[in-house]
Structure formats: C-alpha cells, structure tokens
C-alpha cells in the first residue's frame, strides 16, 4: 500500500510485470493515493523484477502469458488463471475493494473475471492505438474506459485521459526545447524497451560510428542496452571518440531527458507518451513483432501527426537510417518544429483525468 491514509475507498490498480505498464500505474496509483483512496496493486512474478513496484508490496499472482504460445503453455496459462481467479476472489473480499483499475495485459484477466463476478467496479485504460487482447475481451464489461490516444478499434465509447507519466517527467512539458543548431553538444538518447534487443544495440551503435566526423565531434550519447551488448557499444564509441554513458537502465532518466536532443526508441505506448509531454524529436523502431503489431499502429500515429520519424527494423543498416540521422542533426529548426508538435498532440494531465473517471463511476455520476 502506497502511505494508506485512514478512508473506505478501496482501489486496487492492476499491472503487467514490463515498464511501459508499470510506471503508468504507480503514477496514476500516487496520485489516487495523495487523493485519499486506499491504493494497492496486483501483478506477476516480473513485476518484484522493478524495484520501484516491489517497495510497494504488490499482491503476486501466478499469471503466465497466451497470445504466440504453444498447446502445452496455453494450457497451463488457462490453469493458472483458473488458480488466480480464485485467489483474486479472496483478496478483493478481503480487501473490501470498490473499483479494479486495469492498465492491460495478460495479468489483469483473473482480476477483472473475479471484479465481474463480486459486481466490484471496473476501469480498463488502454495505452496503444488498438486495443490490446485483455482489455478486448473485458471492454464491454468496464463501468468506464480510458485511453492514452484515440484508439481505433473500440466497440464502445471511452475517455481519452492520457497516459499517466512519472511527475519528474510531466514536468518537463514546460521546458523549452533547444535544437542541434551551431557547435552546441548534441546529445542523443537511445531506448532499448524493457526487453532489449539487438537492433538498438549493436546496430544502432555501428550507424552513429558511421555519422561524419563534424557532427561525431559534438555528439554525446546516452545509450541503455543489455547487459551481453554493453562492452561492444562502450568499445565501438571509444574506437570512434565519441562520448558516450552506456547502462542497463537509467535511474535518472529524466535528467536525462532534460539534455535530449534526439531519441532513438521503440514505439512503446509509455516511451511515446513521455516523449510527447517532454516535447522531444524521436525516431521510433517499431518492434516487429509485437502482439496486433501495436506498435506499427502507434507509430503510424507520430508520423500522421508528424510528432517524430518512423524507422522499420530492416531499414536501421540501409543508408535511409543515416542519411535521416544527418539530416536531423544537421538541422536544429527542424528539430524544434517536431518538438512543437509533440507537446501539441500530448496530454500532460493523464493521472488528474483518470482521477476524475474513478470519482465518476463511484459517485455514479459517470
């Protein structure tokens, strides 16, 4: 329970084990909690892998994944829903909980079937372009929906809040975003998502090692990777004098964000959301293999509402993905008009509106 004040409104906010949702629930979770609700949170065995949920005590249940399994893991996935439902059912009488906020995911299934059954309160908040398997089935069902953006697949009304972002991030909607112009450092962050990958690592590292030398000279380069990566890129930098901070994950990230002049990430619902309120030019890799290809979807957002650049996976090695990251560095006015249009399209206040959709539906006057 996040500092559980004395009041007999009793929330629990459901997450999947991955950052993208995570760091959305613990904001909204703070928020509701500063609010005088009563907050606790239910996830899987990852989510005690993210220490800034684990300091938090969140109920574990035994959840594995679905979607692109075999017979043999669909069928031990059922079982253990099947397991988890009940022990939901337990938990949410004892907790007397009034409302289930779901942020998606496979975990959520469990504990929206046992909210449906004890006739509890249902929120579900959709951070993609399209919805996502776990809120699909369960969409009709909520007392009340909320998305990041407007989604394109949704069979019934719902109440674009925004994406709740960490507060140190939110804050940066009113900085003022400064391009690449003259000799000034240029300092480029690169994402590798939660999961990592190759493409963000190696491969990205080789084409900054290959920008012309003028342009290398005032780079700076925030670089987060797998640990296997990690030696490669620092000696790739290195052998190209390039300065550079290579990790695993970023404590701070948004100081880092604060000195950004370009990011390089994937198309992640959250990773989209914080670029967007800190107004910050991006070029997004959309995974390739993501579930509904919703980060294809998400993307096609940015470039629609020309907010960043869109790169597929097999175009990061072709001359297309340089040539753009010279272009884009070589011109701080076009930087700083894309950075216009992310704040544009953003929506800074996510955690406030959700706030107010869960007065709504309890007070009944949604």
């Given at each position: ?42 996830t899987?065995s ?94 009709r069902?909520a ?15 719902f ?5 709740p ?21 240029i ?116 470039k ?63």
């Amino acid at each position: 329970m996040i500092n559980s004040k004395n009041n007999n409104r009793n929330i629990i906010i459901v997450t999947g084990g991955t950052g993208g949702h995570i760091f959305p629930a613990i904001t909204a979770g703070k928020y509701l909690n500063d609010k005088l609700f009563n907050v606790k949170f239910i996830t899987d065995s990852r989510g005690l892998d993210n220490l800034s949920l684990a300091e938090f005590k969140p109920k574990v249940i035994p959840v594995k994944g679905f979607a692109g399994k075999t017979f043999f893991q669909k069928t031990i996935s059922i079982i253990l829903i099947f397991i988890s439902f009940f022990r939901t059912i337990y938990f949410l009488k004892k907790n007397k909980v009034d409302l289930v906020l779901g942020f998606g995911s496979y975990v959520q299934v469990p504990v929206i079937l046992a909210a449906k059954i004890l006739k509890i309160n249902i929120i579900l908040h959709e951070g993609n372009l399209i919805l996502g398997n776990a809120n699909k089935y369960f969409w009709r069902y909520a007392k009340a929906r909320a998305t990041a953006f407007n989604i394109l697949n949704s069979p019934k009304d719902f109440k674009v809040t925004g994406m709740p972002v960490r507060t140190e991030i939110q804050a940066l909607f009113t900085r003022n975003y400064k391009g690449s112009s003259g000799n000034k450092k240029i300092n480029i962050l690169v994402l590798g998502g939660s999961l990592g990958a190759l493409i963000l690592s190696r491969n990205i590292c080789e084409q900054i090692s290959l920008l012309p030398l003028k342009i290398k000279k005032k780079l700076h380069i925030i670089h987060q990777s797998k640990i296997e990566d990690i030696n490669y890129i620092n000696t790739n930098y290195l052998k190209n004098n390039i300065s550079s901070e290579v990790k695993t994950y970023f404590s701070d990230i948004h100081e880092k964000l604060k000195k950004t002049t370009l990011v390089i990430c994937r198309a992640g619902a959250s990773t989209i959301a914080e670029n967007l309120i800190a107004g910050l030019p991006a070029v997004y890799v959309p995974l390739s293999n993501s579930i509904d290809n919703h980060q294809k979807h998400n993307a096609e957002m940015i470039k629609k509402n020309k907010a960043g650049w869109v790169i597929q996976e097999n175009e990061i090695n072709e001359p297309k993905f340089l040539n753009l990251l010279i272009k884009l560095l070589s011109s701080g006015n076009l930087l700083t008009q894309i950075s216009f249009n992310c704040k544009k399209i953003s929506n800074p206040y996510a955690s406030k509106n959700l706030y107010k959709l869960v007065l709504g539906v309890l007070s009944e006057e949604f």
